[in-house]
Nanobody, 113 residues
Framework: QLQASGGGLVQAGESLRLSCTAT????GIWARRWYRQAPGKERE???????????NYADSVKGRFTISRDSAKKTLYLQMNSLEPEDTAVYYC?????????WGQGTLVTVSS
C-alpha cells in the first residue's frame, strides 16, 4: 500500500529525494516516518512528521535531511542533502494509525566516497 522510490547511486556530497506514495486510502494517520537499514545493521529511525506538523530527526541526519508531505498527493518525501557514505542503506517509509503500521518496500540508497 506504500510505494517508495527515489533511491540510487550518488557520490558523497550529492543529493537525493525519496518519495513514498500511498496507493490506497489510510484513515486516521498519526505519524509518518522514514527508517533505514544499512548492511549488517539493525533498522534505525531517521525522521518523523506528525499529523500536527511536528518534525523530528535523528542526530545523524539533522541539518542534512528534510522530511515533508503532500497530503493531496498522498506522498511523503525525504530530501537528503550532503549525503555521506554512512547514509548508504535501504530506506523505508512508515505510516502509523492508532491500530496499524504500514511499511513501504524500501528503496536503496548507495553513497560512494
Amino acid at each position: 500500500q506504500l510505494q517508495a522510490s527515489g533511491g540510487g547511486l550518488v557520490q558523497a556530497g550529492e543529493s537525493l529525494r525519496l518519495s513514498c506514495t500511498a496507493t490506497g486510502g489510510i484513515n486516521g494517520i498519526w505519524a509518518r516516518r522514514w527508517y533505514r537499514q544499512a548492511p549488517g545493521k539493525e533498522r534505525e529511525w531517521v525522521a518523523t512528521i506528525v499529523t500536527n506538523g511536528m518534525i523530528n530527526y535523528a542526530d545523524s541526519v539533522k541539518g542534512r535531511f528534510t522530511i515533508s508531505r503532500d497530503s493531496a498527493k498522498k506522498t511523503l518525501y525525504l530530501q537528503m542533502n550532503s549525503l555521506e557514505p554512512e547514509d548508504t542503506a535501504v530506506y523505508y517509509c512508515n505510516i502509523n494509525t492508532k491500530y496499524k503500521h504500514y511499511w513501504g518496500q524500501g528503496t536503496l540508497v548507495t553513497v560512494s566516497s
